[in-house]
């Protein structure tokens, strides 16, 4: 395995819908926290009714406090947008939210969904996290590195809308078995292969981005900015 | 499985050096030939002394003939230039030799390497590839597309050299095995996992690119360009 | 001219507004009808008064008829939103109309407005229609094309919103002058030359998409997915 | 220094906040005034209560029109859409406002901010700015420039957003000045070094985009059309 | 007619092949000309024997000769580099030549080919025009644009390959029977239709470039750099 | 400051010529050394006569002598290939003597030239580069940067030649004299303001880059691949 990822330190996550953070970063946060370092999660959006079922948000928040505790996450943050409703929600309202949470916690990395992905609500994510990080105050992220979440980032449109090229590669070899337990906690997300939500694909993915680099298995990335 | 596969026909895939056909599209062309297409394979370069050691040809063609009647490639033609010497190579020499090939086979459908790729064989050998495809004649092939070459594509440099983003997938679940049987065929070539060129990561492909469409295994493309 | 476009089938065009089906892709959709596929229309807006005078929705629904039934769609679908309203309108809403649309219509290929064109209805309905093609069913749509639209698409910023460079082109020789009819339905929205929403321009665009593949006549498109 | 600025002639600059039609062009701005051009600007947004304190709108009024004084601008416009507040505006509101105004004014130039900053304001007006030159009447804007705009152009996501990579130089040696005067006009904007809004940064600027052209000092822009 | 095209002023327009110049830019030269603007041709290759059959050189001189005295060219200077051997000539030999010739010209704007486009003869020759007017001295080309060339500029790969995405407009309209004139003195490179170096297709382009700004006929091209 | 740049451990820099190393990195490396880090610097080519005056290389050799004295660099490679002359130097060559370098110094970060830069040996070199950092081995270098060349990255054709839009910042602000004064050690190198190889428009840079991430002053990268 590589050096320890010192480069991160203290980590927050940023995910649109429940289980986004661990289909695009689960083994990444595993081996953060394995080191040592302080992983948080903000799960931007809720599926509230009655656009989803009640019931729904408690399912969720059940299923992801078993696998962040599997992650070892150390809090997550429920910031109750309404799911696939970020267009209808005022942006500034959105920003206002992330800078509040990113200024309370001081991270040094963060790890945010793609812009490219399929979904409208990753797409306004994405943005208002990068305005959370705006690099003009005395302290801000150093890192901010963006996932890639399978059955949203290879649905867009190639080359038409931003497509995710990874250049940064996250050994996670040791931390696979734990990631994929992560999403079986998801039990309502997880699909049968093949589709691409389901365990096989994970396994798949984590391999070819592993072998780009000569891994057993790796999660990638693809940088916004970093600041040394 | 899907419908078959009648806008490819009678198909000529252009490889740089012996078994980067098979890693970018062994499944497609096991089909091709399944369903009753004229499958075609040009290999560019060879091996030559003194870059490379005396026999690498006749080991290279001797594996080329057995991948190759496994996939049911009807013909295949050596074109005779020195690998990792086509930046070398007069251009329009390159040229000549692929339009000369296309004109005799009058293929329908060009599956060449991509432009992006990290080797700069590859780079050059897509130019020439096109312009052996140039549609200003009454015939001229008309589905080019470019397939993927693990350990050379996923090597090149994310968003400042032309980035390899599949738009189009074809479904090779029934022919993923004689892929891997042929590529198994090119000993000399596979590498040990977790090396990209290895049937682990072959395997991992397949279901990645299958999974994205919903499909057990497909290989991806980028077309080029399509006239009907 | 090319063989049948048996690639298409079943075959649904999104249009933003009356007229941007015919301006796009209006050829093709003669000869898919001609060739025996069913070709149905999806109009998403409406110039709903007081943003628009009364009687404009009649008008146009009027010269659609009329249009459609010169190049034989199947079925005209007029979905209601508002006119120059898209990005006022729930990005759900419109995600479930066009969904609803293609489940209920199964077709095998979607034609649909470009992501770079000015319009910012356009753009959306772009990113809706994608939505409603997602390749995680066991059927979905095979063939997503995006069209060009004259007085849109050319007027958008070069480089830094999305261009349109076709790689995928239909010869429509034979339709030419049934998808000029169709255009001159559309008699409130046709202009005189040199605009670019013109008969002349029409002709010049269909020559020039013609002659970049030696053919009389073609429609251009962007492709965005495919599977075989 | 350079030829007059006679391409220019009459100049509309759209400015998202006050400020920005100062850092991206205030020198060309000063340059124009000063050749004898008439020089508007447009200020599209307005930090109103209760999101911004009250006494906001009327220093930022009182600072720019010192600002504009100094520059030698004609006329300046506050179409008072909210700030931080335009993904929340209707488009088609802005669309309007901004299209009178160019129907008004008829500038044969538009200066606009850049589709890539990272603050959504200057996203969406940018789209809107196009709408307002559309090239399709007997007079609309021949020259569209986008400038721009230190603390939001640098701020925004390399390669996954449109990257500002400018094309066109003023020569802006002798009006360099005046901008940084009336930057500090702005005197609630300007920041301390190392900010990007500081007076060192734009120094440092002026003298890099000046010494790609070989002058003391220069303001760069992205094409976006021209017609001759 | 729009203004004078008082920003080219001096134009030096360098052609790949004997009539890439004509069919990129026929009508703005013939323009340039009639508005009392010297403007000058270099042909960078010849088609040479034994590549190419004894005579055609001569017979290009004729045809060029007789093509610019058409659109009042004052000056043409032939190179001399082997034609489709661009790639075999050594890279600084082709920067001397083109420096040397833009020192004793001092044009004030340069036409180029395309970087995009198919052949790399084309190519290369971007490469070097950029080369020749580094803008480092006291006097450089202030302006650069890149032409299109039918038959070269859309048989290129879309995405993949640079795009050609027009910026620039110049209305060629009362010159574009000029630019046939010399297309047709061109006599061995005039193609019948549908061939994209036709007649017909010169005028379909011209008419589509026209529409696009409202014109009712134009040339387009890219802007590589302006320094006002 | 920031903390010890321990992600860039043993460093090798490759320059196309010498001064490159300087420009694009020369605060970076002075960091890296005093922070303890083993900064290796490799030459790649010699302004050799004929093409340049006899006493070129001797100079050049002294004053890069002097320059990575003053930045703490342990070792400088002069790999001898003719300056102005790499794309007539075979490509396999070239990949050979930096894979041999790279073997043998084993470094864990390799900082490169950019592949958009205007000079044709700084794009070879780059793809070079990457040959001899191809992630398929047990060891390879982790990290791979591009730096920006002042006089060369600013010169290319933006949006058609890939651009420099940098994603990784180093802070440089208590390095930039030692920067400044081993540039100014080049003194066959150096020009006067306002060209863009002079001191003042290095600082500007430093400053612009600085202040881009509130920073006194920083050098600017872009990432090619990091694997941790």
Chains 1, 2, 3, 4, 5, 6 share one sequence.
Do not use: C
């Not at 394995?34 to 999660?41: L, M």
């Not at 996450?73 to 939210?97: D, K, Q, Y």
Request: without cysteine; proline residues 6%.
């Amino acid at each position: 395995m590589e050096h320890r990822l010192d480069t991160f330190g203290r980590t927050l996550v940023i995910a649109p819908h429940p289980d986004d953070e661990v289909l695009g970063a689960g083994g990444t946060m595993a081996r953060l926290a394995a080191e040592g370092n302080d992983v948080f999660v903000a799960i931007v959006t809720q599926a509230l009714p009655p656009a989803f079922p009640a019931g729904t948000v408690a399912r969720a928040k059940a299923e992801a406090g078993e696998a962040h505790r599997l992650l070892g996450v150390r809090e997550t943050f429920w910031l109750g947008f309404p799911a696939a409703g970020i267009a209808e929600t005022a942006h500034s309202a959105l920003n206002a939210a992330l800078l509040e949470l990113v200024q309370k916690l001081r991270p040094q990395t963060l790890l945010v969904p793609f812009i490219g992905d399929m979904h409208i609500d990753h797409q306004l994510i994405f943005l208002s996290s990068l305005v959370s990080a705006r690099p003009h105050q005395a302290e801000y992220p150093r890192l901010v590195l963006a996932y890639e979440t399978v059955s949203e980032t290879n649905w867009n449109a190639p080359y038409v809308t931003p497509s995710f090229v990874p250049n940064v590669y996250v050994d996670v070899a040791d931390h696979l078995e734990t990631k994929l337990s992560a999403m079986k906690a998801y039990a309502s997300q997880v699909r049968e292969a093949p589709h691409e939500r389901s365990i096989e694909t994970l396994k798949a993915l984590a391999t070819l981005r592993g072998a780009t680099v000569m891994r057993r298995a790796a999660e990638a990335f693809v940088l916004i900015r970093q600041v040394m």
